[in-house]
Nanobody
């Protein structure tokens, strides 16, 4: 049974920083990603880390968020800088296997507010 556990959410003031982490208990993955869902909105991709080391970011976070991953260790992190109130959401990690099966974490809340 594969389980993903996120950590690092919390309350931060605008302009502040947070670091999210996610670790899987088992499995072999080709893609690791962060998604977020704000109240009343759909869950959207924030950033992705691919097994070849390439990354992908949503336009809204480019230049502010940095994703990093270790496929062998099944771990992933995302450094979030210059946070804005619009970044407030529940952040989920999703790991995808080479056979395109997805595993999701339970989510961690990030609140950006003064």
């Amino acid at each position: 049974q594969v389980q993903l556990v996120e950590s690092g959410g919390g309350l931060v003031q605008p302009g502040g920083s947070l670091r999210l982490s996610c670790a899987a208990s088992a499995g072999i993955f080709s893609i690791m990603g962060w998604y977020r869902q704000a109240p009343g909105k759909e869950r959207d991709v924030v950033a992705q880390f691919f097994s070849d080391g390439t990354t992908n970011y949503a336009d809204a976070v480019k230049g502010r968020f940095t994703i990093s991953g270790d496929i062998a260790k099944k771990t992933m992190s995302m450094q979030m800088n210059n946070l804005e109130p619009e970044d407030t959401a529940i952040y989920y990690c999703k790991f995808t296997t080479w056979s395109n099966r997805d595993y999701w974490g339970k989510g961690t809340l990030v609140t950006v507010s003064s």
